[in-house]
């Protein structure tokens, strides 16, 4: 089964950062182009960082600066840094990824995993 897993969320204090990982359920599953977001409680879906199979990012200029968005796809993943954490980073981040399995690509959302930020 696809699945698209997100890692590397927790309890972090403010200032400082985590990087969290997107990958596909088996090393078979391509990861193509990918989207990170996120959803706090009571808030709408955010889109925080995109970027493209060739490498291609796209990042809002409200989240320049503190979110970076790389891949490795020797390693068929994704992946999010997020600096100078604030509590208000605190929320459900996951990702949306086109995964290309045998000749079809198909959209999937992982998820989730959890951030959040101690003052």
């Known amino acids: 089964q696809v699945r698209v897993v997100e890692s590397g969320g927790g309890l972090v204090q403010a200032g400082g950062s985590l990087r969290l990982s997107c990958a596909a359920s088996?090393?078979?599953?391509?990861?193509?182009?990918v989207g990170w977001y996120r959803q706090a409680p009571g808030k709408q879906r955010e889109f925080l960082a995109g970027?493209?199979?060739?490498?291609?990012?796209n990042i809002p200029d409200s989240m320049k600066g503190r979110f970076t968005i790389a891949r490795d796809n020797a390693k068929n993943t994704v992946y999010l840094q997020i600096g100078s954490l604030r509590p208000e980073d605190t929320a459900l981040y996951f990702c949306?990824?086109?995964?290309?399995?045998?000749?079809?690509?198909?959209?999937?959302w992982g998820q989730g995993t959890q951030v959040t930020v101690s003052p």
């Open positions: 088996e090393s078979t599953f391509i990861i193509k182009a």
């Open positions: 970027i493209s199979d060739s490498g291609t990012t």
């Open positions: 949306n990824a086109d995964i290309l399995v045998g000749r079809t690509t198909r959209d999937y």
